[in-house]
């Protein structure tokens, strides 16, 4: 299987900041790389496939990068709505997995 | 719009299969080319995928779970369901269906998501 370690695990951070987060892959998973948001009691939503796609409807704060085994998700200014959990997920080979999860709290 | 919606027992016993249903509207489950997944989540817990069933019927699992799992498309309720053998208290979770993005692909992640049913294992 291939394994996903997010960093940082959680991190505080303020309304406006620029947040980033990376995703490591144990093996090069191309650009088959995802990302989701969780809110508390709510479902995974979808937010970035493809590496650097924008899912339609999501906000242009958000962007991901990178390729091969390194990844990052970044949010250019903080909304408060964007306090939640963020996982990236593997599409490249089964079974697909996702990270641990970093969880994005309110300094 | 596509919407999923899955159903089943809430409180399942050890050793007993667990059987969940996703009910989907706004596409047919074997004509839109989709991949139909499930995941599950266990309490305050990141996320684990099951396995996906495409629209041919052909499906492919986790191999940590493939000896228990079976999911098969019923296409005159336009259903997918979820089979899980031998539960134990570790297979109590959050259980989700979730449509891949792709049509056709099914390296895109996964776009829509029922709102989960959570299943407990206890006697």
């Known amino acids: 299987d291939i394994q996903m370690t997010q960093a940082p695990s959680s991190v505080s951070a303020s309304v406006g900041d620029r947040v980033t987060i990376t995703c490591r892959a144990s093996k090069d998973v191309a650009n088959r790389l995802v990302w989701y948001q969780q809110k508390p009691g709510k479902v995974p939503k979808l937010l970035i496939y493809a590496a650097s796609t924008l899912q339609s409807g999501v906000p242009s704060r958000f962007s991901g990068s990178g390729s091969g085994t390194d990844f990052t998700l970044t949010i250019s200014s903080l909304q408060p709505e964007d306090f939640a959990t963020y996982y990236c997920?593997?599409?490249?080979?089964?079974?697909?997995?996702f990270g641990q999860g970093t969880k994005l709290e309110i300094k | 719009q596509v919407q999923l919606q899955e159903s089943g027992p809430g409180l399942v016993k050890p050793s007993q299969t667990l059987s969940l249903t996703c009910a989907v509207s706004?596409?047919?489950?074997?004509?839109?080319?989709?991949?139909w997944n499930w995941i599950r989540q266990h309490p305050g817990k990141g996320l684990e995928w099951i396995g996906y069933i495409l629209f041919s019927g052909s499906t492919i699992y986790n191999p940590s779970l493939k000896s228990r799992v079976t999911i098969s498309l019923d296409t005159s309720k336009n259903h997918i369901s979820l089979k899980l053998s031998s539960v134990t208290a570790a297979d109590t979770a959050m259980y989700y269906c979730a449509k891949d993005l792709g049509a056709h692909v099914d390296t895109y992640g996964m776009d829509v998501w029922g709102q989960g049913t959570t299943v407990t294992v206890s006697s």
């Open positions: 997920q593997q599409a490249d080979s089964f079974p697909r997995t």
């Open positions: 706004g596409t047919s489950i074997t004509s839109g080319g989709y991949y």
